[in-house]
């Protein structure tokens, strides 16, 4: 899979916006499944800037920790929670789907090792995962060790399906990713398989 270098964070986080106002635009109904994590926090300042309708827009987080919602860094505090399985099953699907990825390869928090079929479920973090994001807490024994997320192959029902990437650390993991092998040991290569997915980075 071809790996499209965006020239800086900012031409990154405008070629995805893009994306997203161009499908709002498109079909204002549209249903739209996010990520949280600093990589798209740049894309959601320029879709706030761009001033869209997003009334009838239906959006859907990727994932969530369990932990006390009221907690500043629960996703629940980014964005409301839904109960997006059931309500995409009676919706018959997600028309996008932003993922970011993590330094295990990992896309939502399926980690390393997830079934290609896998569901919305819990999960437990991996190791590589709660050091990752130790970054948003005061230490790493406050990351909370499991997660509700969108499984493998429900994201693999999106219609189309945008990988934002941020950062030299990421390359590597791309690579492997979008060029290797097809593997569960590696969740976001799975992308492989989709007919409509595309992988835009920055270093
Ligand atoms: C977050 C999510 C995760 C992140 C990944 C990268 O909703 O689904 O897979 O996208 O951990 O996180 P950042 O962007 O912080 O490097």
New binding site residues.
């Given amino acids: 899979m071809e790996i499209k270098l965006s020239k800086d964070y900012e031409k990154l986080s405008s070629l995805v916006a893009i994306i997203v106002a161009a499908q709002i635009l498109e079909n204002p109904q549209s249903k739209l499944v996010?990520?949280?994590?600093?990589?798209?926090?740049g894309m959601y300042e320029e879709l706030v800037r761009r001033k869209l309708d997003w009334s009838l827009v239906e959006t859907f987080?990727?994932?969530e920790y369990i932990m006390n919602p009221d907690h500043p860094y629960s996703?629940h505090s980014?964005r409301p929670t839904l109960s997006f399985e059931d309500k995409m099953n009676v919706n018959k699907g997600i028309d996008l789907c932003i993922?970011?990825?993590?330094?295990n390869g990992?896309?939502?928090?399926?980690e390393p090792g997830s079934s290609f079929k896998s569901r919305t479920r819990v999960v437990d973090l991996s190791e590589q995962?709660i050091q990752?994001?130790s970054?948003?807490f005061d230490s790493i024994d406050d990351v909370p060790k499991q997660a509700i997320?969108m499984g493998l192959g429900t994201i693999m029902e999106s219609k189309r399906i945008i990988l934002?990437?941020?950062?030299k650390h990421?390359l590597n993991i791309l690579k492997v990713a979008m060029n290797g092998e097809v593997t569960e040991d590696v969740p976001a290569s799975i992308l492989q398989k989709h007919n409509d997915a595309e992988v835009f980075y920055c270093d």
């Fill in positions: 996010l990520p949280t994590g600093s990589t798209p926090l987080n990727l994932d996703y980014y993922l970011g990825i993590g330094s990992h896309i939502a928090f399926n995962t990752d994001n970054r948003f997320t934002m990437a941020n950062g990421k």
